[in-house]
Antibody
Framework: QVQLQESGPGLVKPSGTLSVTCAVS?????????WSWVRQSPGKGLEWIGE???????NYNLSLKNRVTISVDKSKNQFSLKLSSVTAADTAVYYC????????????????WGRGTLVTVSS | EIVLTQSPGTLSLSPGERATLSCRAS???????LAWYQQKPGQAPRLLIY???SRATGIPDRFSGSGCGTDFTLTISRLEPEDFAVYYC?????????FGQGTKVEVK
């Protein structure tokens, strides 16, 4: 089963750039899946940030689009999130997740998740 | 953006009871792209149901999903102690993919 592991600084200063990386193991990032970032603010619900395909096609949530960049490194089997101009409102647990599109059925869902990494925006 | 509204916000039940959770979409969505997740404190969400009614691998049959159009339901037939958690519905019918705000199932 594919496993995902997030890594990155736990603390970012306001107006800075948040950077988190997700390492994919026991599977290939070049599969026919999309690789997503989802965040959860403390005590709040889940917000999809954006996703990337192995050919570097991206799909972003327009609410964050101007500040978000998602990239993929196939040689390292990992993908990354950069969120610029952060404020306290960006403090959250950041999850990476696989959005599966099975070839045998017209459907899609997030079936693999990392454990999440808490990023706090504070001076 | 499709807004998913879950109700109730909190459901207080006893083990062995039946839980019925609702998810209403702001516009019609394809039932192929409606999923449910369970989240426990300190853990990532876990996929329970996809395509409205298909159970994910390893999910017990006490979990079932139904619905179409704008109204979807997750039912837990008999609550086990490990089922007390927060449940989210989620759609991949139209980008941006969105989640409901969650329903907490707590011990009465």
């Amino acid at each position: 089963q594919v496993q995902l592991q997030e890594s990155g600084p736990g603390l970012v200063k306001p107006s800075g750039t948040l950077s988190v990386t997700c390492a994919v193991s026991a599977g290939s990032i070049s599969s026919s899946d999309w690789w997503s970032w989802v965040r959860q603010s403390p005590g709040k619900g889940l917000e999809w940030i954006g996703e990337i395909y192995h050919n570097e096609s991206t799909n972003y949530n327009l609410s964050l689009k101007n500040r978000v960049t998602i990239s993929v490194d196939k040689s390292k089997n990992q993908f990354s999130l950069k969120l610029s101009s952060v404020t306290a409102a960006d403090t959250a647990v950041y999850y990476c997740a696989r959005r599966n599109l099975p070839h045998w059925l017209e459907t899609s869902y997030f079936d693999c998740w990392g454990r999440g990494t808490l990023v706090t925006v504070s001076s | 953006e499709i807004v998913l509204t879950q109700s109730p916000g909190t459901l207080s039940l006893s083990p062995g009871e039946r839980a019925t959770l609702s998810c209403r979409a702001s516009q019609s969505i394809s039932s192929s792209y409606l999923a449910w997740y369970q989240q426990k404190p300190g853990q990532a969400p876990r996929l329970l149901i996809y395509g409205t009614s298909s159970r994910a691998t390893g999910i017990p049959d006490r979990f079932s999903g139904s619905g179409c159009g704008t109204d979807f339901t997750l039912t837990i037939s008999r609550l086990e102690p490990e089922d007390f958690a927060v449940y989210y519905c989620q759609q991949c019918s139209s980008s941006p993919w969105t989640f409901g705000q969650g329903t907490k199932v707590e011990v009465k």
